[in-house]
């Protein structure tokens, strides 16, 4: 078992940053793809970005120059850094790890509780 918590959600204002945190705990998840969605009310769960366990990363088109995910082994933490933020951006966003390389929320067999980031025009 893995268990996932985010931190670092809030209230920013349009052209603001956040920086997303994902730890993990519990079995460890090194190996494992770690991924960050985003689910706004009303819209089905989104993709955002995702990071082997061996640093590669892959973006969803719209986050591309504006998101960058990392990862730090040795803290068993992935971080999601949003620059430029815009109200459309406003969601809940979920970390959540797999054992395969997808953007496939199906995959992921591990999820966080999700931390709200909204973002004001």
């Known amino acids: 078992q893995v268990q996932l918590v985010e931190s670092g959600g809030g209230l920013v204002q349009a052209g603001d940053s956040l920086r997303l945190s994902c730890a993990a705990s519990?079995?460890?998840?090194?190996?494992?793809?770690v991924a960050w969605f985003r689910q706004a009310p009303g819209k089905e769960r989104d993709f955002v970005a995702r990071?082997?366990?061996?640093?590669?990363?892959y973006y969803a088109d719209s986050m591309k120059g504006r998101f960058t995910i990392s990862r730090d082994n040795a803290k068993n933490t992935v971080y999601l850094q949003m620059n430029n933020l815009k109200p459309e951006d406003t969601a809940v966003y979920y970390c959540?790890?797999?054992?395969?390389?997808?953007?496939?929320?199906?995959?992921?067999?591990?999820w966080g509780q999700g931390t709200q980031v909204t973002v004001s025009s």
């Open positions: 519990g079995r460890t998840f090194t190996t494992y793809t």
């Open positions: 959540a790890a797999s054992v395969v390389i997808t953007t496939s929320p199906l995959s992921y067999s591990y």
């Open positions: 990071i082997t366990w061996t640093g590669y990363t």
